[in-house]
């Protein structure tokens, strides 16, 4: 699979991490580094589109997020 993904990473409070992909709903994975949580969600989109295209199924385009913030 070539092409790129927005995923947000979240630090978890007992340590580790865990990462979701928002333009494909309930796509997301963890990882006890930022490194690994990284490579866990691009494995995780990668199965969740090849999944989808098995399926007839149509991908999702990305989606960005932008927030402007009032100082």
């Not at 979701?20 to 691009?42: H, M, V, W, Y």
Request: hydrophobic share 30%; aromatic share 10%.
């Amino acid at each position: 699979m070539t092409g790129s993904r927005y995923v947000v990473l979240h630090q978890e409070e007992d340590g580790g991490y865990w990462v979701e992909c928002p333009s494909l709903p309930g796509c997301f994975s963890q990882g006890d580094t930022r490194e690994e949580a990284f490579e866990n969600i691009k494995e995780a989109i990668e199965a969740y589109i090849e999944s989808l295209q098995k399926h007839g199924e149509p991908v999702p385009e990305d989606i960005i997020f932008e927030v402007m913030l009032n100082s």
